[in-house]
Each structure stands twice: as structure tokens, then as C-alpha cells.
């Protein structure tokens, strides 16, 4: 994956992260273009969609902290 690629999905995530751990808490989701595509319990069974869909860039996946795990890291 690219820097400035990296770097979107950095800003993206800064600016959503809230919004994700109220939706998707506990579940592996796949973000492209700055849209969730894909959520799942499993990383494999995300990456299996991803390989489906055929995507040119690799989506960032990443499993979404619970509210609880956010209050306990800060």
C-alpha cells in the first residue's frame, strides 16, 4: 500500500472511528474510498469478499474496537 494511501486512510479513519465503534463494534470491516464495503466477524472472511469483488487497490481492514476497549487504551 502506497504512503499517500496510508495517509487518506489515516484521516479517514481519525475522522469516522466514532462513528464505526458505534456501528460496528467487534467486527472486521473493509473501508474503500472512504465507505465501509464490507463487515464481518472473521479478517478471512473479509478478505475472501475482497478477493471476490476484485478491487484494484487494496481496502484498509481492520477489526473496530468496542466503546469499552477506546475507554481502556486512553
Known amino acids: 500500500m502506497e504512503t499517500k494511501q496510508l495517509e487518506q486512510y489515516d484521516e479517514w479513519l481519525a475522522e469516522h472511528l466514532d462513528e464505526l465503534v458505534l456501528q460496528y463494534p467487534n467486527k472486521v470491516v473493509a473501508i474503500h474510498d472512504g465507505q465501509v464495503i464490507i463487515v464481518g466477524d472473521l479478517e478471512s472472511e473479509v ?11 487494496m481496502p484498509l481492514v481492520f477489526r473496530v474496537p468496542r466503546e469499552e476497549d477506546l475507554q481502556s487504551i486512553l
Not at 47 to 57: A, H, K, N, P, W
Open 47 to 57: 478478505y475472501s469478499r475482497i478477493r471476490e469483488q476484485g478491487l484494484e487497490t
